[in-house]
């Protein structure tokens, strides 16, 4: 009885062991979280990335690294990525630029090679000219592109910023030069100093460039931050009412479904706290959580769509 009771008590110490053993195997994050970011460091999905580590340390003791992969317009970040277990140890910070970048340069990538798992802003795009610019309304705009046709020089960095240039062309009926910088910094100095009439961005482009002036927004309605800004709908371009600059954060495909949950309950927060909301909402921007199955929606929209202008 006793050998029988002793054997027992082993059997128990050893499936406690175990126990103990899968619980902490299965814990969730038990090392540092790796925030991939695809630009180099000042960029706004950057700023984007830093901010969320910041916020979520008010709900979460996980320890998370924002690293820089820039390159290859994205794509080294994202086979950076996919080289890495679909443990979720690996966030990667995402732009709709990604999905252009894919298009335009005719990558066999595989977008759902990803989980989009939390689209959290939506930042309107802008028409943004020379303060000192002869241009002061949309019509001036394409009234001169019009009377001198494929004259007008169009500056932005690749991806949708490119997008929004050619779309708004065939809306507009005009045509004109795309010339493709790296950085919107850049870009944003050559209209500075005159070597385009019009920059592609976003409105928290011009904060702190007085050189600059925004005089069309691609949103179904006036921001109240920029209440003097027309919509590109209120100055009779049709069909770009909602053409944004979403952010967003992706998972590895097979990450696990208890993984994806926390991160969701986390963005959650991060969406509901008054500092992030603040921080973006200054600039125009709007914060959302859009999760997997509509952030699914939109990846499948933007590869149709896209592929009509930037398609080589």
């Known amino acids: 009885m006793k050998r029988v009771a002793f054997a027992i008590m082993i059997l128990m110490m050893c499936g406690s062991v175990f126990m103990v053993g899968a619980q902490a195997k299965n814990e969730f994050p038990s090392k540092p979280i790796h925030v991939i970011v695809y630009t180099a460091p000042g960029g706004l999905i950057d700023i984007t990335a830093r901010k969320m580590v910041q916020i979520a340390a008010k709900y979460t003791n996980a320890t998370m690294v924002v690293e820089n992969k820039a390159g290859a317009g994205g794509l ?47 930042d309107p795009e802008a028409i943004i000219v020379n303060s000192k610019s002869k241009y002061n309304t949309i019509a001036d705009i394409v009234a001169d592109a019009k009377a001198k046709p494929g004259k007008q020089i169009w500056i932005a960095p690749p991806g949708i910023d490119e997008y929004v240039t050619y779309k708004f062309w065939q809306k507009a009926g005009i045509s004109g030069k795309f010339v493709p910088f790296d950085s919107g910094a850049q870009a944003m100095a050559a209209v500075i100093g005159g070597q385009g009439q019009v920059y592609v961005g976003n409105p928290a482009d011009i904060s702190g460039k007085p050189d600059l002036k925004i ?98």
């Open 76 to 122: 080294v970040a994202w086979e950076y990525v996919l080289s890495q277990p679909a443990d979720g140890y690996t966030l990667f910070a995402v732009t709709r630029s990604n999905i252009g970048n894919l298009i335009s340069t005719e990558s066999t990538m595989d977008p759902f090679t990803l989980d989009w798992i939390s689209l959290m802003v939506l």
């Open 215 to 312: 005089i069309g927004l691609a949103a179904a309605q006036r921001l109240p931050q920029f209440p003097n800004v027309p919509t590109l709908k209120e100055s009779g371009i049709q069909g770009m009412d909602e053409e944004s600059m979403w952010r967003g954060f992706t998972v590895k495909k097979g990450t696990s479904a208890e993984i994806v949950k926390w991160y969701d309950t986390l963005f959650e927060k991060i969406t509901n706290d008054s500092e992030w909301k603040a921080f973006f909402e200054k600039d125009g921007m709007e914060v959302v959580h859009y999760r997997a199955d509509k952030f699914d929606a939109m990846i499948k929209n933007d590869m149709v769509e896209m592929k009509e202008f930037l398609k080589p």
